[in-house]
């Protein structure tokens, strides 16, 4: 699932390649997929792609006075192609076809049709419902006193981090890294924190800007569909801790995992891994 640095390089290489690229037609084969009807897709033809940007883990691309701010949910990812689709390709939602031949593809793998788009005028995204409730940008980092206050909360790290509307931009991939750069159990509680384990999280969030210097060396012009990223920890269990050697351990969820070095952030502790627990009741 594409979180901050994987969209913020996605718009990035976008911007580059699609500023000034004129509109040709843009259709939407995703049935589902637009969640405005006014103004129509149609209203791109003949617009010039002013700049691709990137809210949160959502990317917006910008069409003059006119933007498509799209959420990618889990299985969405957003690519240029040099020329257009097979009408068979099923995981096509949104095409914006460009009248040099290219082609901007919204594609979604998998069965689930849950990635989502808006037309909306440009200066209307910021009051868009789904930009309003966003907390701050997880990268570059809130002030600490922001960060500390938002933190703040009697709720688990792992979901904390991971709420949007507390904090933008980190998904179940980062949390992991970050929380292992700043040494704390994910099932430590946001209020319990000192105020030095604060400033540890509020430093550990440059993972985030790490990660895109990374991806700025090693992703060429055209973006894969399977950007590399350099996780540490994250679905590394069994494998050992690139900082003390420990080996990693992992709690299963329904539909995630959670990562982490038992000797630097649970006290020694290995957690009850949830998915077992349950198994054996
Ligand atoms: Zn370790």
Redesign the pocket.
């Known amino acids: 699932m594409p979180e901050l640095p994987e969209v913020e390089i996605t718009v990035r290489r976008l911007n580059t390649a699609l500023s000034g690229a004129s509109v040709d037609s843009a259709v939407a084969p995703g049935m589902n997929v637009m969640k405005t009807f006014e103004p129509p897709l149609e209203e791109l033809v003949g617009r010039e792609i002013t700049g691709v940007r990137r809210v949160g883990k959502m990317p917006a691309v910008e069409f003059g006075d006119l933007a498509l701010l799209i959420h990618l949910m889990s299985a969405g990812r957003l690519r240029l192609f040099d020329r257009r689709a097979s009408a068979k390709d099923r995981a096509s939602r949104i095409l914006v076809r460009l009248e040099d031949g290219r082609e901007l593809r919204l594609r979604e793998f998998g069965t689930k049709q849950r990635a989502w788009a808006r037309l909306l005028p440009t200066d209307a995204v910021a009051e868009d419902e789904a930009v309003t409730r966003l907390g701050p940008e997880a990268w570059p980092a809130p002030p600490p006193a922001k960060f500390a206050e938002l933190i703040d909360q009697p709720r688990h790290l792992h979901p904390l981090l991971r709420h949007q509307g507390d904090i933008a931009g980190i998904g179940r991939s980062w949390v992991d890294e970050i929380l292992w750069e700043a040494r704390l159990s994910p099932f430590k509680q946001g209020s319990e924190l000192d105020e030095e384990e604060v400033e540890r999280l509020h430093a550990a969030l440059h993972v985030l800007g790490d990660a895109i210097e990374y991806y700025e060396e090693v992703i060429g012009p055209d973006l894969p569909d399977k950007i590399p990223m350099p996780l540490k920890v994250h679905k590394r269990e069994g494998e050992p801790?690139p900082?003390?050697g420990?080996t990693i351990e992992a709690v299963f969820f329904s539909e995630h995992q959670t990562n982490y070095?038992p000797?630097?952030q649970t006290g020694g502790r290995v957690l009850k891994d949830r998915r077992l627990s349950r198994l054996l009741k």
């Open positions: 801790c900082r003390c420990t070095c000797q630097e």
